[in-house]
Structures are given as structure tokens and as C-alpha cells.
């Protein structure tokens, strides 16, 4: 039979810590799926310069402008009750380009809280949180950027 010393011991000690240890976390099959659950909810953080901006709402403009006629009615909003009918500033019955792009670069502009001429992901988070920012659309002034 052998006798452990001082330092057996401490080594013996050590071992059955570091078992217990490794006992008390989450399993590699765990570990997979929590990180698989996070990368599958995980949204990449994004930048929209104005210039890109801009150019996305002039071809929503013209998808939603189906008779080409360059203005979009009533009959082609995405809904009845849709907040793009308060674009109509001179209240002609119709939303013009000039009115669509003035009100949608406008909104943006009112996003861009450090007036980078980008809107990041917390600007547009902080937007989605904040009623007056997401009322926005409703301020249907004509725009005017500052110099």
C-alpha cells in the first residue's frame, strides 16, 4: 500500500477539482446548440448611407407605381389606411415622385440622429422606439438638407 505525502495530496486534490470542475458546465453538445441558437438569431449590424437610401426608395417608388404613370394612387397603396397617403402634400388624391422622394429622405434625415448621412442599426432601432421619430413619415415638409 502506498502512503501519499504532502504534495500527493495536493496532487490528488487537484484532480478530483478539476473533475468536479469539468462536471459542472454545459455539455459540447450544449455549448453547440446555444451557440447555433445565437448565430441563428444574430443581425448583422448595418450602415445605409443617404446616397443608398435614396436610390432603394426610388425603385419602391416605381414598384409601387404598377401603371407607370408617375404617380401612385389610392389603388396602389400596399393598404387602405397606409401612412404614404399623408406624402400627398398638395392633397391632389396622388403621392408624385418628387412628394415620395422629398417625405422619404426627409424621414431619413430625421432618423439620422448625428447627421453622418447614414443611418446605423441603433439609429433605426432607436427610431422603431421612439413614436415621434416613427410618426415621422407625417412631418411631410419639403426637404430641405442643411449646408
Not at 453538445?29 to 443617404?50: C, N, Y
Not at 424621414?107 to 441603433?122: E, L, M, Q, Y
Amino acid at each position: 500500500m502506498m502512503r501519499l505525502t504532502g504534495a500527493g495530496w495536493m496532487a490528488a486534490g487537484a484532480v478530483a477539482a478539476g473533475l468536479a470542475v469539468a462536471g459542472c458546465g454545459p455539455s459540447d453538445d450544449e455549448k453547440r446548440a446555444a451557440a447555433d441558437a445565437k448565430a441563428a438569431s444574430f443581425t448583422p449590424p448595418s450602415v445605409t448611407s443617404r446616397l443608398d437610401f435614396g436610390s432603394a426608395m426610388t425603385r419602391r417608388f416605381r414598384a409601387l407605381d404598377r401603371d407607370a404613370d408617375e404617380f401612385i394612387d389610392k389603388t396602389e397603396l400596399p393598404s387602405r389606411n397606409s401612412r404614404l397617403s399623408r406624402l400627398d402634400r398638395d392633397k391632389d388624391g396622388r403621392i408624385s415622385a418628387i412628394e415620395f422622394s422629398e417625405g422619404m429622405l426627409g424621414w431619413f434625415d430625421r432618423v439620422d440622429a448625428n447627421h453622418d448621412g447614414t443611418i446605423t442599426s441603433d439609429e433605426r432601432e432607436a427610431a422603431r422606439n421612439d413614436p415621434d421619430a416613427s410618426a415621422a413619415i407625417d412631418k411631410t415638409e419639403p426637404y430641405k438638407r442643411e449646408q
